[in-house]
C-alpha cells in the first residue's frame, strides 16, 4: 500500500501543487516532507502520487481549470491518510461606471 511505502521511507506529508486555465492544467508539482520537515525524494513512488493526484484532480467537483482556472494543493497525512484539499478558484472581476451628460459638454470645442 502507497501510505506504508511513503512510511518505510521517512515519509509523514505530501503536498501535490496543481494548477491550470484555458481548458487544460494537472498536476504541477510534489513535495514530501519528513518529520523534521525537510524536503525529501519519494523515488520510485512519485509516479504513484502522481496518478493519485490526477485521480483526486478528477474526482474533485470544485476543481475546474476551464476559462480562468484553479490552482491550489493536495496535502496529505501519511500517518493518518487524510487529506486536505485547497482550491483557488480564479475569476475576472471588473466594475461599470456610468455618466450621464449632453452631448454638447463634447462638442463646445467644436462650436466655438
Do not use: W
Request: net charge negative; charged share 35%.
Amino acid at each position: 500500500m502507497l501510505l506504508e511505502r511513503l512510511k518505510e521511507k521517512g515519509i509523514v506529508s505530501v503536498i501535490i501543487a496543481f494548477d491550470g486555465s484555458g481548458d487544460s492544467g494537472g498536476i504541477e508539482g510534489i513535495h514530501c516532507y519528513n518529520e523534521n520537515d525537510e524536503e525529501v525524494r519519494a523515488g520510485e513512488l512519485e509516479e504513484a502520487l502522481f496518478k493519485l493526484g490526477e485521480a483526486i484532480v478528477e474526482d474533485h467537483p470544485g476543481i475546474d481549470f476551464n476559462n480562468e482556472g484553479c490552482f491550489g494543493e493536495i496535502r496529505i497525512d501519511v500517518e493518518s491518510g487524510e487529506i486536505e484539499i485547497e482550491v483557488n478558484t480564479r475569476y475576472i472581476e471588473y466594475h461599470t461606471d456610468y455618466k450621464n451628460t449632453g452631448l454638447q459638454d463634447y462638442l463646445k470645442e467644436e462650436t466655438a
